[in-house]
């Protein structure tokens, strides 16, 4: 049996913010111009990032209480929600031809077998604790902020999103109870693509999209590895990265971001891409 396994990304610009255009003001008469010699004060240094909120105990139970309020009401949420609903009916209809053509490959199940650990809700809500804790008792905290710093805030973020994605799988796992590949229930939507995706998400928040290249990997390997594992269809996989992706977003939206790129897994003849596209909270 051969397979090819392709990852195609695919960049779709919705929209584009129209430049505006700039007026340059004449300085008054009266008023001396400016001397090339005196300093502009445009080019101060930018102003420091909004101070860390907290990160204890209560802030994580009163923070994940309103991410469960906050989540349907994000526009956001309902955009990539619709993404991945329509991935998972489009590609419904595949679901017994994609597992018959992936599972079985002896190349495919050596390259992926760290998923169901990588994509595990024990790894990544430890990672998460553990980030938490390294920045909130080894870390010195930021100015005036006790026992927090950006390390304690992105473990902070990291377990509110697995909080939130893995409530919501499993009240969907167990109320829809879809069989597995194996006859196992339940797997709609996949928990470790929901895992992946819901801290991808919040990385790409705190480091750029630039920077969560490695994480948006990660998450993409981890959704086919449980292809190849035979635990899931491939729409269990794209519904629970829509789930985790709007569940980061959800966590993170509250820091002054009104847009956000979606992503979603949509399979393809042979292999996996992952489709952007914008999205307003």
Not at 145 to 170: C, W
Not at 216 to 243: E, K, P
């Amino acid at each position: 049996m051969r397979l090819w396994i392709r990852l195609v990304v695919i960049v779709v610009a919705i929209s584009a913010t129209p430049a505006q255009a700039q007026v340059i003001d004449q300085p008054p008469q009266g008023e001396p111009t400016r001397d090339e010699s005196t300093p502009d004060e445009s080019k101060k240094d930018p102003a420091p990032p909004p101070p860390h909120g907290s990160t204890g105990w209560a802030s994580l139970v009163k923070d994940s209480a309103g991410d469960f309020v906050a989540f349907p009401r994000r526009h956001s949420t309902w955009a990539i929600l619709a993404i991945g609903a329509g991935a998972a009916l489009a590609t419904h209809p595949a679901d017994h031809y994609v597992q018959t053509h992936i599972v079985g490959n002896h190349t495919a199940d050596g390259v992926f077998s760290l998923g169901q650990w990588v994509g595990s809700a024990y790894v990544q809500v430890g990672s998460a604790v553990g980030l938490w804790a390294v920045g909130r008792y080894i870390v010195a905290p930021a100015a005036d902020q006790p026992r927090t710093n950006k390390y304690s805030e992105l473990g902070f973020d990291l377990m509110r999103a697995q909080i939130l994605s893995q409530a919501l799988v499993h009240g969907m796992k167990y109320s829809i109870r879809r069989d597995r590949p194996t006859g196992e229930c339940c797997a709609f939507p996949s928990g470790h693509a929901a895992t992946a995706f819901a801290a991808a998400s919040v990385l790409e928040r705190h480091f750029g999209y630039r920077g969560s290249w490695p994480a948006l990997a990660a998450a993409t390997y981890v959704a086919t590895s449980r292809l190849v594992d035979n635990r899931h269809f491939v729409s269990d996989v794209a519904f629970g990265a829509a789930v985790g992706t709007a569940s980061g977003w959800t966590v993170v939206g509250t820091r002054g971001r009104t847009h956000h790129l979606a992503l979603e897994p949509v399979p393809v003849k042979g292999g996996m891409m992952i489709a952007f596209t914008r999205v307003d909270d």
